[in-house]
Structures are given as C-alpha cells and as structure tokens.
C-alpha cells in the first residue's frame, strides 16, 4: 500500500508533557488526511515480579478518566533519557524497588489513532527494596499480587489500563 507523505505541521500547543501538532498528508490518488496529533516523548512500564513471582501493581487516580486504576509502575521518558534508565527511574520512584536483572519485552503505541507516544515495557526482577520518592501529585499505592491473581484481574477487567494489560498478556503468552 503506498504511504501517505506529510505535507504540513504546524505545533498548535506546547505542554509539560506532550506538544499538540496539526499535521497534513496526502495519500495515494490526492487523498487528504488532515489531524491533530499528540507527539509524545515516549514511555515505559515494568513488570516487577519478585522470587515467588507475584507482580507489582501500583493503584492511582487518573484525572482523564476520574478514577483510581492499578496500573504497572510506568512514566514517561525525560529529554535525551533512554527507555531502559526511564524504566529503572520509575521503578525506584513509584515505588522504591530497584532491579538487578531487566529484559526488554515488547514496544508498542498504545492510541496510535492520535497519539505517536511509543512505549517499551520491560521485565524487572532480583528485586531491592528501598523508599520510594513520587511526584507530590502521584498519589501511588503500591501492592503486591500473585501473578494468577493479576491475570485474573485482567480477564474480569478490574486491570483497565492497556500498557498493563498488554505487557502482562504478553509475557504470560510468549515468555
């Protein structure tokens, strides 16, 4: 299928954590597509799994869809920050925990529809225990389940958040 070429961007609005652009391309035959498109630094989300293999799951408010979810630990890159350290900061951030082992999983774009955010979740394991220092906004409660337990939260759609659920589907099916 031919590609679309980009033939317009203009940045509408700057904000603390992603810059709204409107974009124009043109497609095969002339066809027009005419968006507005959050351009986002990127993200990352952890599976922490301890030596039984229970998984850490954080719970916090969402002010978009106003309410509490339980969520992997996750954030956004800072400039020039790689995924792999973005995860480790995180990690130790939201929760306190740091790593000695980490494996890349998977990359994926979450809303792709509106949104060029790409995130990377990685498996963190031989886990360290330290304080956690989250932002004064982030009210985070940090809690340990079995990794049956967050799998059934996922298929009783008590797990909501898309990163978790694709991250913990995704190591449970091709680990």
Not at 101 to 107: A, D, G
Request: proline fraction near 7%; charge should be positive; aromatic fraction near 10%.
């Amino acid at each position: 299928m031919p590609a679309f070429h980009l033939v317009f961007s203009k940045r509408v609005r700057r904000t603390a954590i992603f810059d709204l652009v409107h974009e124009k391309a043109v497609g095969p035959k002339g066809m027009e597509l005419n968006r507005e498109i959050v351009k986002h630094p990127g993200a990352v989300a952890i599976v922490a799994r301890n030596g039984r293999g229970d998984v850490l799951l954080v719970r916090q408010f969402r002010l978009p869809v106003r309410r509490r979810l339980w969520e992997l630990p996750a954030g956004k890159l800072n400039p020039g920050e790689k995924p792999r350290g973005a995860a480790r900061r995180e990690l130790a951030e939201e929760t306190g925990f740091r790593a000695r082992s980490w494996r890349k999983l998977m990359e994926f774009y979450p809303s792709p529809g509106f949104c060029d955010e790409k995130m990377t979740a990685y498996l963190a394991q031989d886990l360290t225990e330290g304080a956690a220092a989250p932002e004064p906004y982030e009210l985070i409660q940090p809690r340990w389940f079995s990794w049956e337990k967050a799998l059934t939260m996922v298929r009783r759609g008590t797990i909501q958040d898309s990163k978790t659920v694709a991250a913990l589907l995704y190591l449970e099916n091709f680990r």
